[in-house]
């Protein structure tokens, strides 16, 4: 390509949006969008992994903020979620056999509500039935009936005893230690001195009776006792038989509506069982007698806590499957918690009524949705989700019993199913850093959904937007847009992305826009944003953050930064760079200078001498010594010293996109031909002299223009892209105008000899069949400058080996053997 051809047509500098090609009037003709905007390749990975059912493919949503990933998958899990089923309600019921074990019970949606219904209606039913059936006649009448059996067959038992021990002229007595046999004598007990003065032989007798009747006395109470343990199986009976009269009928019709869960009547069994042997809680308690004299002890009353049903997750109202969005996954809020009240001064204690839910419990069934970083940054988050994905259950736990100094009392639930679907939504630095470090993360998100930050531009795509528009008036209550309105946003989306083929899917930042846009319109009084508010709603964005840019451009206007516009120099150029700041970026252009001279330096880097460069643009200085070699080196060495700046650098250099720029600079070094000044340059360029295309095209042009504007604009001046970067032109206007008006030119460029000839106005010259370039051309000039470099070096050399030649055989000569040892040393 000639270098005549190399200046940009206007019309390439920026594509221009044509409002007509929409089919209406304004944004509120149309209806809202449904779905998203381009991302193919993320929908088809999200509806892959939502229906993979087997275990570990939950989803990974990859992609920058903003790029819709949470609008994209909550749509969708809406959608999908409405034709699924409804799960199950969970309930956790007391555990009779453990009470530290609270029992799970799983029930179809709005069932778990109804048990509880019904269980509450059954305990107020036997709180008020049992008392009154206690306290009834018939009650009393059987009871008195047991009991008057019970003291007859006690009254015969000790009625016989107390004849046969009369018989004997012994008589029955109750004393501190029991009921024991006393010998009588005239119908009193004897004395001491009585019984001592009898006979031995009467004592003897005596002794005897009394012994046998002790034997009787001991088979008596024997007797009693077994009467007491038929007494008490006979009231315990007589309770039972009155408990089942009155709790029967009200289990009943609870055994027959759960018939079909088995856990259930399980449980209902349970209730039985615990309410009989528990009749006397269900009397009417009294109060007890302080042991301090004017102290009121608080009522005691019994606790039926444990015939609560805890309806732990209610799917009653649920239509289809649930989709849960955590904002924020602590521990407690995924896996829930248990929950402790203090009593008696400061004891903590709890049951399985104070059990919360968690998000894992509330999405059991359907889908969760998570930020990754959320959940990595919150203490034992991850590594729960992770063991609860393996074992496919939800574990309600006290994380820190673990860390505690006492432990307390706290209860260890049945753990529930793990039914849902999860899904983790992070940036692609998170999804990479989990995949290789995390040894588990691949095994349980193996679907990764990757958002893309730019869409390829079609009719189809840009129609969406205008849907995305009206979808955000609507919903926000804004302004509706008119076809220029919507027009103006689709050039900025693609100025975002610097590229005139594709646009941005930083959609939260275009909905800022949209609602900028509104704000300024309003302010005008104006019933429809247009075109003009959109570019007000940028420009106002952009002087809200450029203040450190504007600061800069008067260091450039007084002088204080060193920037020439016109006039030529050899070996100084102006290259191009982008600062960013944040949400905010501009480009400036700085001075770069070139000095070479005689020597084997070859070329310097003062920016890495100092150690202010990266590596990236240390390689871009590399490079230029591989050009130079295979451009000039193919009849004679290298051999130059180059030393290369950039002038009033304060900061850190990175990147190669000043590489051509380094290379024009030493072109003109060693030519010695001037370079145009007013032109600034941008673009990497690799070994074969061919320019690469670079970032930040239109904030470095722009930034030159308003150096070059604020110095005044001579028709002269412009800039040197990459041919490359073509399609990634999306000026402003104003430099769009400037262009067109012939204020301004920007030039592209394939090699580096068009660069060169562009900037010094002679012909690069190609090499002839004789391996020589035309005679002034730039690269004649070069290739002669270093052909002279290389003749200065051998005179400079010469010289120089002789008298180390000379230097180093004397010593031998003189001194013999230790000479030659000197010299060797």
């Not at 042991?291 to 009353?301: A, M, S």
């Not at 051998?794 to 010593?811: C, D, L, M, N, V």
Request: aromatic share 8%.
């Amino acid at each position: 390509m000639s270098v005549a051809n190399c200046k940009i047509p206007v019309e390439k500098l920026r594509w221009v949006c044509d409002p007509s090609q929409f089919d209406f009037e304004t944004t509120a003709d149309i209806p809202e969008l449904e779905g998203s905007i381009g991302q193919e390749r993320a929908l088809k990975s999200i509806d892959f992994g939502l229906g993979m059912r087997e275990d570990g493919f939950n989803l990974y949503l990859a992609g920058e903020p903003g790029t819709g990933r949470s609008s994209t998958i909550k749509n969708l899990l809406k959608q999908r979620a409405k034709a699924e089923p409804n799960p199950h309600d969970w309930c956790y019921v007391y555990n009779f056999k453990d009470p530290d074990n609270p029992v799970a019970l799983a029930l179809p949606a709005g069932v778990g509500s109804e048990l509880a219904d019904d269980m509450k209606e059954f305990l107020d039913a036997v709180r008020a039935v049992i008392p009154k059936a206690l306290d009834s006649k018939e009650y009393e009448t059987n009871k008195a009936a047991i009991l008057e059996e019970y003291q007859e067959k006690n009254g015969v038992l000790f009625a016989g005893l107390e004849q046969e021990a009369a018989a004997e002229q012994f008589a029955v007595q109750r004393t501190v230690s029991g009921l024991v046999m006393v010998p009588q004598k005239e119908g009193r007990n004897y004395t001491q001195e009585e019984y001592e003065a009898l006979s031995g032989e009467e004592r003897e007798k005596l002794d005897e009776a009394g012994k046998r009747l002790t034997e009787r006395l001991n088979d008596v109470l024997r007797q009693v006792r077994e009467n007491e343990k038929v007494l008490k199986d006979a009231l315990a009976k007589l309770d039972r038989d009155l408990g089942l009269a009155a709790v029967g009928h009200h289990l009943e019709p609870m055994r027959e509506k759960y018939a079909e869960y088995p856990k259930v009547l399980q449980y209902l069994e349970a209730v039985q069982e615990d309410v009989l042997l528990n009749l006397e809680d269900f009397k009417e308690q009294t109060p007890q007698a302080s042991p301090i004299p004017g102290l009121k002890l608080p009522r005691q009353e019994p606790s039926f806590e444990r015939y609560q049903v805890n309806v732990f997750v209610d799917n009653k109202d649920t239509s289809g499957a649930p989709v849960i969005f955590e904002p924020n996954p602590t521990y407690n809020n995924l896996f829930g918690r248990i929950e402790h009240v203090m009593q008696m001064g400061g004891m903590a204690t709890t049951n399985f009524t104070l059990m919360k839910r968690g998000a894992l419990h509330r999405a059991n069934g359907g889908y969760l949705v998570v930020d990754a970083r959320e959940v990595l940054i919150n203490p034992f988050a991850w590594d729960a989700l992770k063991r609860c994905i393996r074992s496919g259950e939800i574990r309600i736990e006290d994380v820190l019993e673990q860390y505690r100094f006492m432990t307390i009392a706290s209860l260890k639930p049945e753990p529930i199913p793990l039914q849902a679907k999860i899904i983790m939504i992070g940036s692609p630095w998170i999804y990479y850093l989990l995949f290789y470090l995390e040894p588990d993360y691949r095994k349980f998100f193996k679907v990764k959904a990757d958002f893309d930050s730019r869409i390829r531009k079609s009719p189809e795509i840009m129609k969406d937007y205008a849907l995305f528009v009206a979808t955000h008036c609507k919903r926000d209550n804004l302004l509706p847009f008119d076809r220029s309105g919507v027009a103006g946003l689709l050039e900025y989306s693609a100025r975002s992305v610097e590229d005139q083929e594709r646009l941005s899917c930083q959609f939260m930042e275009i909905a800022d826009l949209i609602r900028e846009a509104d704000y300024w319109a309003r302010k005008e009084n104006s019933p429809l944003v247009t075109r003009e508010f959109v570019n007000r709603a940028i420009e106002e964005k952009i002087y809200r953050s450029n203040r450190i840019e504007e600061r800069m451009q008067e260091l450039f206007e007084d002088g204080t930064i060193l920037v020439d516009t016109e006039g030529a120099e050899v070996g100084q150029i102006n290259g191009l760079s982008v600062l960013t700041l944040g949400d905010y970026m501009f480009g400036r252009p700085s001075r770069l200078t070139v000095r070479v001279y005689m020597g084997r330096a070859g070329m310097v880097n003062i920016e890495r001498e100092v150690k202010l460069s990266g590596p990236i643009h240390d390689k871009g200085v590399l490079i230029l010594t591989g050009y130079l070699g295979g451009k000039y080196a193919h009849d004679k060495p290298l051999s130059f010293s180059a030393s290369i700046c950039f002038e009033q650098s304060y900061e850190g250099v990175e990147g190669d996109s000043a590489s051509s720029t380094e290379l024009y600079g030493l072109l003109s070094a060693l030519s010695g031909v001037p370079l145009k000044q007013g032109i600034a340059v941008t673009g990497s360029v690799n070994q074969l002299g061919k320019v690469q295309p670079i970032g930040g095209v239109n904030y470095k042009i722009e930034g030159f223009y308003a150096v070059c504007k604020a110095k005044g604009l001579s028709g002269e001046q412009g800039v040197i892209i990459p041919k490359t970067n073509e399609r990634h032109l999306m000026l402003k206007d104003e430099v769009v105008e400037a262009v067109r008006d012939g204020k301004f030119h920007i030039w592209s460029v394939e090699t580096i000899d068009q660069g060169i000839e562009i900037l010094t106005g002679v012909p690069a010259g190609e090499r002839q069949s004789d391996g020589k370039y035309p005679e002034g051309t730039i690269n004649y000039l070069v290739d002669k400058r270093l052909r002279e470099f290389v003749e200065s070096m051998k005179k400079f050399s010469a010289p120089e080996k002789e008298e180390k030649k000379g230097e180093g055989a004397k010593p031998e000569a003189e001194t013999g053997k230790g000479g030659a040892t000197e010299a060797l040393s």
